[in-house]
């Protein structure tokens, strides 16, 4: 394992909130503006297409019964490096409508880098059942049958082998003849290893960046790099605070119960796990942090709230329960932060905002199309699981310990009751997923893992505390200081120098593996 370390100090970016009630659960890549969509060959100047330009490819419905036919899978595609004879960098956007991430097709990102530096083209691949890539009109429980991890890996196969690309020979570049190399970040990263290890010899070599690949139930692992690497005062605070809102709960006290949850302006929130969740989502601003921008986020917002005190900082171990309390109280009901959350910050729109307990609203019932919040949790119910919790008793822990798997295991039984009568038991689903695609100890060659310490899905990846997966030089897991998915960035790799080199290191290991790759036909 390769440890990439700079003494550069850490600048952040700032955050765009979505849903609480299920913001955390995705692994969202950053967005990367585009200036201009125009662009040209640069070797030849030759106009070509707009970035923005939307392509259809006929995907089938069900690998498994071919005679249900098509639909059309869109994706995008850039060539203005490529020459003939280099090699397709083909990304899976993953779990989001694939069009916020046309930015992937340009040199400021991992691909469109590679793509220079190789002369390949690189293609962006919208993934089954997000954005419009929609096999069936609706996302009932029927449709989604064929929306799995299995499906998934086979469109990487169906598509490279059939696809007739927009690039000059587009028909002639099938993975026989030219050298295709897949990329993603984060669950695509997960889904390049488990696409490389289910089909052997398909892609040239692989490219997975913060790549959840161990399927985790009770993924408690993802608050420790932020408690980790957030200012040792702001943690202590928090551990404090979370400590005696723990206690309280504890008690049963209603009286204790209901004057805690006022003082965050939490009091409309009759379930306790549900309050627990509440105080947490602060502390998910964390996944969205990056290296190149200011100080002025949400996440270092919030402790300044608690460590700013008459214009001085506290020290070390924080200023203590009584001040923390009260100022974080404060900052959930004079801040902007619940306000940018969930519209607003009376009881009415906070109850709504994280209430877990109405199978009837219409979050759950909802089944209409470019909806990711429902197709992502029928992956998470039925094959990852991947819920945040509280770390156990005799742990520090910055979230209650009543912020539980279950709590979103029942909402398995809101999205699709016609699938699970009852809450799913869903650290099986995670043995299957580990046991089918191998998880951290995945033995396939030629690809590589990019990850970050301060990753808070660090350890759902090769770079866990508990993989026993250490690397090779053919399986290689380079870590730099980045967050999730900085790698893919190459601004983050400009202003950290661990991350500049694991991106130099990632030109190597794949220019390499492009030299020793034959074509068969």
């Not at 003939?84 to 992937?104: H, K, Q, R, T, W």
């Amino acid at each position: 394992m390769v440890l990439l370390q700079s003494l550069v100090p850490l600048l952040f970016s700032s955050l765009v909130l979505a849903a609480p009630k299920w913001n955390s659960l995705r692994h969202s890549l950053h967005k990367v503006k585009v200036d201009s969509y125009e662009v040209q060959h640069k070797t030849t100047g030759e106009p070509l297409p707009p970035l923005d330009t939307v392509y259809y490819f006929d995907q089938l419905i069900d690998h498994d019964d071919p005679s249900l036919g098509t639909f059309q899978q869109r994706y995008w595609a850039s060539w203005d490096y490529y020459q003939p004879g280099g090699p397709i960098l083909l990304m899976n956007a993953g779990e989001e409508d694939a069009s916020a991430y046309v930015g992937y097709l340009t040199v400021s990102t991992i691909t469109g880098y590679l793509a220079e530096k190789l002369n390949g083209s690189v293609v962006l691949l919208e993934h089954r059942f997000f954005g419009d890539s929609n096999p069936y009109p609706d996302l009932t429980t029927e449709s989604l049958r064929v929306l799995t991890l299995q499906q998934a890996i086979d469109d990487h196969e169906y598509f490279i082998k059939n696809v007739q690309l927009p690039i000059p020979g587009g028909d002639q570049v099938g993975p026989d003849k030219a050298p295709w190399v897949l990329f993603g970040g984060s669950y695509p990263g997960a889904l390049t290893s488990y696409t490389l290890y289910n089909k052997p010899g398909l892609f040239a070599a692989g490219y997975a960046s913060s790549a959840v690949v161990q399927a985790i139930s009770d993924l408690r692992g993802y608050y420790e790099p932020t408690r980790e690497y957030m200012p040792k005062n702001c943690s202590a605070d928090v551990e404090a605070v979370i400590a005696h809102v723990d206690d309280i709960l504890d008690s049963g006290n209603a009286t204790a119960i209901q004057a805690l949850k006022d003082n965050f302006g939490l009091g409309s929130l009759p379930a306790n796990d549900d309050f627990a969740w509440a105080l947490a989502t602060v502390l998910q601003t964390w996944q969205d942090l990056l290296l190149e921008s200011g100080s002025g986020t949400v996440f270092f917002e919030f402790c300044d709230a608690l460590e700013v005190k008459d214009g001085q900082n506290a020290g070390p171990s924080g200023w203590g329960l009584d001040h923390a309390l009260a100022a974080w109280g404060d900052y959930y009901q004079n801040s902007f932060f619940l306000v940018d959350l969930c519209g607003g910050t009376d009881n009415y729109t906070l109850f709504y905002c994280f209430d877990s307990y109405d199978p009837y609203d219409y979050t759950y019932t909802e089944t209409y199309t470019d909806n990711w919040y429902r197709s992502w949790y029928w992956l998470l119910c039925n094959e990852f699981g991947f819920w945040q919790d509280g770390a156990p008793q005799g742990t520090p822990t910055l979230v209650s310990r009543f912020a539980l798997p279950e709590r979103w295991e029942r909402q398995c039984t809101y999205f699709f009751p016609e699938v699970f009568s009852s809450p799913p038991d869903t650290s099986l689903a995670a043995a299957r997923t580990n046991q089918q695609y191998a998880g951290w100890n995945v033995p396939t060659e030629h690809l590589l893992f990019a990850n970050g310490v301060r990753d808070p899905w660090r350890e759902a990846t090769v770079a866990a505390n508990e993989s026993p997966n250490a690397g090779s030089d053919l399986q290689p897991h380079l870590i730099g200081e980045g967050f999730h998915c900085s790698d893919m960035l190459i601004e983050e790799g400009n202003v950290n120098p661990s991350v500049k080199a694991v991106q130099q290191q990632a030109l190597q290991y794949i220019a390499q593996w492009l030299e020793d790759w034959k074509p068969s036909a």
